[in-house]
């Protein structure tokens, strides 16, 4: 195999069998198509490559910069094809959370561009999110950057119906599996896959997987964003399911120890639902059905991602106090106050606020006199026990109320008697008139 552009080595990507006596499904064919094995790491470099390149003469021209709306792999890859051709890139986003891919992407020299938003993704929705604001900025005409606008490019899906969906066609002797399985991000991937294999099985059946509600897997949106996202198309799917972080952790450690195969946790909850799917209706399927799921990229970049979630299996004793382990009615009857009152229990209770949103977003506007934990940070400091006393009330704002109400839900747990969450979050008090300051 000779090339004369790393690009050239964009797809082709193996099918993989994955053992019956792993998966334990009776008549099913189960493989994993390896898009971590593209050359920079992901699913992501076939839309990166597709969308960028024929912008590139004229970005190259006029020495513009490549931009991306990407906290993850769309920007490694882009950071990559920028380099390749002399370009600068810069990765805005609201927040980076997996820091090993935020470390390489500055070793690969991109521009980092930490937004004080509200969530994770674009969400236009979201008319006066720095993010979205910045979006628009760069869509309008005349705008002096190569922006490859992965939540709305239609060449983000065509990458994957001129080239991921086919293989799996080629790979499967002209035929379309009976179920096809794909986590969701921009839903690029699953909607191009999908497309292909309808043709040649209109009976094809579509998974899509999210995460889990308040729920966070690298790479992909939750149950609650996935309506958001621009190429998002209900139709495309005969099911939405979601799956917890850890199922794609246990994913992760199947493939890896038992197959041989190094996924990272979208992998994994690829792999872990479908086995859940086919498990479900295992006597319904007809003999023999084929099933193919995808593994969107390597694992090496998660593993603080997995020390964070499950310690015990780097050697350390397992997370105590945890709110992955909440159910969704604790989450569901988590105290929480309105800001109106909440501003009346301040002035009255005093209670402790803490601020659980980024640095950015806190820096930029927050309530006066609050502290600013990061949420993940916060978590830490939970596993040790209550890092204050009971007799100190105790508000919790974020964003939009949902991750502050899972805090306050634990801390319930913990025994704390009196640990609110700001219905509504920081967006909420700020509608409602409620004084913020800033740094
Ligand atoms: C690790 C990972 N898995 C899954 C996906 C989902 O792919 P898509 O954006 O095509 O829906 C992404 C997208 O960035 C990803 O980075």
Redesign the pocket.
Known sequence: MRYDSITEAIGDTPLVRIDPSVHGLRNVDLYAKLEMLNPFG???DR?AWHMARPGLPEAVRRGETVVELSS???AKALALIAGLHGLPFKSVTNRMRVPEIKDLLLLLGAEIEELPGQSECLDPMLTEDPLTLFHQELTRPGSAHLHTDQYFNARNTQAHAEGTGPEIVADLQGRAPDWFVA????????TGVAAVLREHNPDVRVVGLVARKSEFI???RNIDEVHEVGLFDPGTYDTIEAVGTDEAIDGMLVLARRCGILA?P?GGAAYTGTVRQLRAVQEELPEPTTAVFIV??RGESYTGYVRRHRPELFDRPPVKNSVATLTDTEVESAPSITPRAAREWLATARPLVIDLRSPFAYAALHIEGSLNIVDELFGELLRGGLPFGKRQPVLLACPVGDQSARYAALLTRMGHPDARSLAGGIIAWRDAGAPLVRD
């Open positions: 992901s699913v992501k839309a993850g792999n769309t986590c969701v991000g921009t839903a690029g991937s699953s690298p790479g992909i990272g979208t969107c990229d």
